[in-house]
């Protein structure tokens, strides 16, 4: 069965610094892997997402992701935090041929000035 | 294009009351989903469907119903609403095919008092 595992569910940095958010999964074949964005009281929308190919994804708003498959890892970074980043993240995994997203607990980043 | 939309955005019920949160969809897709929210716990999934007239449980199916007789719509009952389902629901929907990628409705807020 595949599993994701986001590390720590609230993660706060200053306005400008390094945001780093980590997500680890589980899988048997290749995965198909997403980060997902909710602002408060919105839906969740799609930040990046990998496939096949470079393993280096960028997303919206500066976000990328690395995918590594030695480490089973797909964590989501952006150089420099933005008060309006403030939001919770969700990394989430399907395979081929299966109908459901497996998703992380997601993380809550919060930007201090 | 308007997406995933989902009503009522809010609602409040009495105990043992019944309603349903509708979703449709415009983009075609063959997949949807119903997600339920709840604060720190992320995203459990109620039920999906990958094509009309097709349903399926998923982690917390209990008290809910679906049914899915367009491609368009796919409803979501409460019977005999309880406190524990008050919640955020989300409707999602995807292709089903490609990039697996899930487009979200903006949430239903549901509180049974």
């Known amino acids: 069965a595949q599993s994701v595992t986001q590390l720590g569910s609230h993660v706060s940095v200053s306005e400008g610094a390094l945001v780093l958010l980590r997500c680890n999964y589980s899988?048997?074949?290749?995965?198909?892997l997403f980060w997902y964005v909710q602002y408060p009281n919105q839906g969740l929308q799609l930040l990046l997402k990998?496939?096949?190919?470079?393993?280096l994804v960028k997303g919206i708003n500066g976000f990328e992701a690395e995918f590594k498959k030695s480490e089973t890892s797909f964590h989501l970074t952006k150089p420099s935090a933005h008060m309006s980043d403030a939001a919770e993240y969700f990394c989430a995994l399907i395979i081929q041929g299966a109908q459901k997203l497996v998703f992380g607990q997601g993380t809550r980043l919060t930007i201090n000035p | 294009n308007a997406g995933v939309t989902q009503t009522p955005k809010f609602r409040i019920l009495k105990i043992g009351q019944s309603m349903t949160l509708q979703c449709t969809q415009d983009?075609?897709?063959?997949?949807m989903y119903w997600y339920r929210q709840d604060p720190g716990m992320g995203l459990k999934l109620i039920y999906y469907s990958v094509g009309a007239g097709i349903t399926d449980k998923g982690e917390v199916p209990n008290g809910y119903n679906v049914s899915r007789s367009t491609t368009e719509d796919f409803p979501l009952r409460l019977e005999l609403a309880a406190p524990s389902q008050t919640s955020v629901y989300f409707c999602a929907s995807s292709h089903g095919q490609g990039s697996r990628e899930l487009f979200f409705g903006e949430g239903s807020r549901l509180t049974v008092l």
């Open positions: 990998y496939t096949t190919g470079a393993t």
């Open positions: 899988s048997s074949v290749p995965p198909y």
């Open positions: 983009m075609n897709h063959n997949y």
